[in-house]
């Protein structure tokens, strides 16, 4: 089984999550599961016509997301076939999911959207962030509901698969045993600068420029003329009054109420959930003996320290302090908040054990004054408010932008706004500017529409939707030949870094057959002023600047008796020497490994789940009787 997941799960990950599941994000539609769309058909799946409509945006949509090029006709046209491919993997699982009679109904609909944090407030559903999310997306809140109910579906029909999936015990031990395993190595990083040329002969810098003078040719450049429209500086507009704050106060008191928090010390008899009779007898036995303690006036601090089976808190006399709902177990949480404080409770059984809670303090659940919210809801009040007006001045813009494709002048005069202008850009844009670093712009700049027709950009969002920007050429600078004269330095300097990586890597190799055939590890580091990096016990999930060295020394065969030796190249040029000297496997029955074999097991009956109904969906597709259009694309 193991193999055949190697053999079969190459971009499953992506290809599953991105495709399957969230692909529904990426299309528009109504609030039926399959209404036909009026327009011509793109593409038909087994019968429903994928509508020409429904498909522009969804390629709209992928394109702003993925950031593709629009001057780039090999990259567009396969984006097109895949937005095509989407929608018709995506309709074949709807479809595949309602013959097998599965539904999603208006209230699971409901219920999960309620139930987004994005959408909620202090655990509360506000229609107002709904809304603006689902407008933010381009989406009508029907089609929103569409799509989203179309991914439930999908997700249902996917963890029925997924979800039946299991894995062997041998083969759960075994990825378990691989990721518990450590490793202990040193590592000497040769520097390539500390091998690199002193100098270039002037006619190896002149073959190599001739030889590469493509990649020493001058950056293209564009002038822009832009106008920005913000949300902020339409806020400043939005009137509100006081007695528009008062209203809105008294509507979500219950969102100003501080959390009521709780300060509560508690002693632990430790007992399992599934704890035999016998052990729950004896604990309940223990729990009444520490309660009469108590009764009997010790101090309950040192009752705690004494007894309790949360060494943490109980070093500190069984203080867990501050917390809220939603941060204990429901039954410790249910005695604690309903406890007068100083009293020590009866004893509450939780998954951990028996607990015997005496609650410290109490603090929160104070609504906040109108005047200590007035300038915050003023100012969410403006927020909530510009929505509907900004987006109707960006649909003028878009307008007038449109109609007078050949200049920005008619949309700043109309709109107010400044029309600006940038010095020259490259590719890279201006870094930290949020228009001029926003690669839809730098997209937008370089493509077909405004660089060779020279007609204005459409509305594109930047600064996190805070504003939206019109962009238009003022002037363009193609990239150039460049003489050696001007490039002579990157030139010289590129020779010096790869005839420096070159030599690293050689007299690493060389230092690694010396040190197989028996040298003094010690001995070459010093010959060259270095110094061996020792790691101990690593695991091979850490992630830092050893990263390299690490991947190397868990793909060494195990020491037997003396050090490994085995060298890569870094990313960065150096040459990274390594010295495995000792592998450990955990035991099977610790605490840690019992953890990675529940860890691993879930990660195994996922994965063999994603790839069985990978097949599945292969069977699907190829099953089903689907015609694409691509000249109606």
Not at 133 to 155: C, H, I, S
Not at 229 to 257: F, G, H
């Amino acid at each position: 089984m193991m193999q055949f997941i190697r053999d079969h799960a190459k971009g499953w990950i992506a290809w599953v999550i991105v495709i399957l599941i969230a692909s529904t994000f990426a299309l528009v539609g109504v609030q039926q599961y399959a209404t036909p769309d009026p327009d011509v058909a793109v593409a038909e799946i087994n019968g429903e016509d994928l509508g020409l409509q429904r498909y522009q945006e969804a390629y709209r949509r992928n394109r702003q997301q993925l950031q593709v090029a629009t001057d780039d006709p090999a990259l567009e046209q396969r984006l097109k076939i895949n937005t095509v491919e989407r929608l018709v993997q995506d309709e074949v699982i709807v479809q595949t999911a309602l013959t097998n009679g599965l539904r999603i109904s208006d209230e699971q609909l409901t219920l999960a959207i309620q139930s987004q944090q994005s959408f909620q407030t202090d655990g509360r559903f506000v229609s107002d962030l709904y809304r603006n999310f689902v407008r933010n997306q381009g989406f009508t809140p029907g089609g929103f509901e569409f799509n989203y109910r179309r991914t439930l579906l999908a997700d249902q029909f996917y963890g029925g698969l997924v979800d039946t999936a299991f894995a062997t015990e041998s083969e759960v031990k075994a990825a378990a045993a691989l990721q518990t395993q450590t490793r202990t190595f040193s590592v000497l990083r040769l520097p390539n600068a500390q091998f690199a040329p002193e100098s270039i002969p002037e006619a190896e810098v002149q073959s190599y420029f001739d030889e590469n003078r493509a990649s020493f040719r001058s950056e293209e450049q564009v002038k822009l003329s832009y106008v920005v429209l913000e949300k902020k500086a339409l806020e400043a507009k939005v009137q509100v009054t006081d007695e528009e704050l008062k209203s809105l106060y008294d509507e979500r008191q219950a969102s100003l109420r501080t959390p009521q928090e709780r300060r509560a010390s508690h002693i632990l008899v430790a007992l399992g959930r599934d704890a035999s009779e016998e052990a729950v007898s004896k604990a309940e036995a223990d729990v009444a003996a520490i309660a009469a303690r108590l009764e009997a006036g010790e101090d309950f601090a040192a009752v705690a320290k004494e007894t309790s089976a949360d060494s943490v808190s109980g070093a500190k006399g069984g203080d867990l302090g501050f917390f809220a709902r939603g941060w204990m177990a429901p039954e410790f949480e249910q005695a604690a908040f309903a406890q007068d404080i100083g009293v020590v409770s009866a004893p509450i059984r939780t998954q951990f054990g028996f607990h015997l809670i005496r609650v410290e303090e109490a603090r929160g659940g104070e609504v906040a004054t109108f005047a200590d919210v007035k300038e915050q809801m003023a100012a969410e009040y403006r927020a909530e408010n510009v929505e509907r007006p900004f987006y109707a001045q960006a649909e003028n813009l878009e307008n007038l932008a449109y109609e007078q494709p050949d200049n920005l002048d008619v949309a700043a005069d109309t709109l107010g706004l400044e029309l600006r202008t940038t010095e020259w850009l490259t590719r890279a844009g201006v870094p930290g500017d949020p228009i001029l670093s926003n690669p839809l712009v730098l997209r937008a700049a370089f493509g077909e529409d405004v660089l060779r027709a020279g007609n204005n950009s459409e509305v594109i969002t930047v600064d996190e939707g805070k504003a939206v920007v019109v962009i238009r050429l003022v002037e363009h600078k193609p990239s150039a030949e460049q003489a050696l004269p001007e490039v002579r330095e990157a030139v010289v300097a590129s020779l010096k870094a790869q005839g420096a990586s070159v030599a690293a890597r050689t007299a690493g190799e060389a230092m690694v057959g010396q040190l197989r055939g028996g040298a003094n590890a010690g001995e070459a580091a010093q010959k060259l002023g270095l110094t061996w990096a020792v790691i101990t016990d690593s695991k091979r999930q850490v992630r830092d600047a050893q990263i390299e060295a690490r991947d190397l020394a868990f793909k060494m065969p195990k020491p037997k008796g003396t050090p490994v030796f085995d060298g890569v190249p870094s990313l960065t040029g150096d040459y990274l020497v390594v010295q495995l000297d000792r592998v450990a496997d955990e035991a099977t029955d610790g605490e840690a490994a019992k953890q990675a074999i529940t860890l691993q097991n879930a990660v195994l009956q996922r994965a063999m789940g994603s790839v069985a109904f990978q097949g599945f969906l292969d069977s699907l597709r190829e099953s089903a009787e689907v015609v694409i259009h691509e000249d109606r694309m």
